[in-house]
T-cell receptor
Framework: ETGVTQTPRHLVMGMTNKKSLKCEQH?????MYWYKQSAKKPLELMFV???????ENNSVPSRFSPECPNSSHLFLHLHTLQPEDSALYLC???????????????FGAGTRLSVL | AQKITQTQPGMFVQEKEAVTLDCTYD???????LFWYKQPSSGEMIFLIY??????QNATEGRYSLNFQKARKSANLVISASQLGDSAMYFC??????????????FGTGTRLTIIP
């Protein structure tokens, strides 16, 4: 079983649909992240959760709504998206807050989203 | 200003040769961490190597080593004896500040490495 699992791997949705992306980590970490990777742009951090609490919202539009019910699961709820939201959405987890640790973020394989 | 700069959009390297991927960074924080990730066409970002700003030695992990030149703010990745499976996008990233809850990583734009048989 891989450390960070994302489902679905591919998603095609219309602008009026509502869908959710799921991320699950099996590494015992306390922090989880959503990133957006668009073509020819650096990876953009969207949200950070520490111990289930959202600690970072990087000016993300409200049509993206994260949910972290526990430290192992992270969701990204999508509604009324725009074509420019088409991208690879990556989830990551890490052990954060320990000053002696490296805080390496481990990523899932991503969900490739296409908005029509 | 860019915090992470990767100046090589693409590189072609003969199999079994060594390759150096460039990364420069910009921060005024004395405590920071530098990371390299590999992203194959499958999409997953795979952690390769880490260098802390206070680490005295350059990091090494198998065929990967990090050429850390602090004064020049440079953290180049060196892959020795390249293999066909090394073909992928490579990203340099930085965490500013110690790991006391500031977990944000800033990524560069990446270098696409292609290994030629």
């Amino acid at each position: 079983e891989t450390g960070v699992t994302q489902t679905p791997r591919h998603l095609v949705m219309g602008m009026t649909n509502k869908k959710s992306l799921k991320c699950e980590q099996h590494l015992g970490h306390n922090a989880m992240y959503w990133y957006k990777q668009s073509a020819k742009k650096p990876l953009e951090l969207m949200f950070v959760y520490n111990f289930k609490e959202q600690t970072e919202n990087n000016s993300v539009p409200s049509r993206f709504s994260p949910e972290c019910p526990n430290s192992s699961h992270l969701f990204l709820h999508l509604h009324t998206l725009q074509p420019e939201d088409s991208a690879l959405y990556l989830c990551a987890s890490s052990q954060a807050g320990d000053g002696a640790a490296k805080n390496i973020q481990y990523f899932g394989a991503g969900t490739r989203l296409s908005v029509l | 200003a860019q915090k992470i700069t990767q100046t090589q959009p693409g590189m072609f390297v003969q199999e079994k040769e060594a390759v150096t991927l460039d990364c420069t960074y910009d921060t005024s924080d004395p405590s920071y961490g530098l990371f390299w990730y590999k992203q194959p066409s499958s999409g997953e970002m795979i952690f390769l190597i880490y260098q802390g700003s206070y680490d005295q030695q350059n990091a090494t992990e198998g065929r990967y080593s990090l050429n850390f030149q602090k004064a020049r703010k440079s953290a180049n990745l060196v892959i020795s004896a390249s293999q066909l499976g090394d073909s992928a996008m490579y990203f340099c990233a930085m965490r500013e500040g110690p790991n006391f809850g500031n977990e944000k990583l800033t990524f560069g734009t990446g270098t696409r490495l292609t290994i030629i048989p």
